[in-house]
């Protein structure tokens, strides 16, 4: 059973800055791209941060650019996302998802992802 589980969520206020974890299990972890994506209210699922198998490629949104780190312990099968200088826009729910890409690809896309967390709750606070 494939599970992804987000960790470490929370109220902070702007200015501030949280890591949210990625737990996963039951898939070859090595062999994903790991993505985070979050969706505020009312708002569209939207991609946030990208990794590759490696580790060695990554790709931010613009709104993430600067300020969020992805990062990955493939002997932990953990995926991290370091958030710094929140914003208030940056309150929403934090997804982790995972896209089976052996070749080491990297897609922002939501339709490429097969596998998703329930989610985390950020909340940035003005």
């Known amino acids: 059973q494939v599970q992804l589980v987000e960790s470490g969520g929370g109220l902070v206020q702007a200015g501030g800055s949280l890591r949210i974890t990625c737990a996963v299990s039951?898939?070859?972890?090595?062999?994903?791209?790991m993505g985070w994506f979050r969706q505020a209210p009312g708002k569209e699922r939207e991609f946030v941060a990208g990794i590759n198998m490696s580790g060695g490629r990554t790709s931010y949104a613009d709104s993430a650019k600067g300020r969020f780190t992805i990062s990955r312990d493939n002997a932990k099968s953990t995926v991290y996302l370091q958030m710094n200088s929140l914003k208030p826009e940056d309150t929403a729910v934090y997804y982790c998802?995972?896209?089976?890409?052996?070749?080491?690809?990297?897609?922002?896309?939501?339709?490429?992802?097969?596998?998703w967390g329930q989610g985390t709750q950020v909340t940035v606070s003005s």
């Open positions: 039951g898939l070859a972890f090595r062999g994903y791209t």
């Open positions: 998802a995972a896209d089976y890409s052996p070749t080491g690809g990297l897609c922002s896309a939501y339709g490429c992802y097969d596998h």
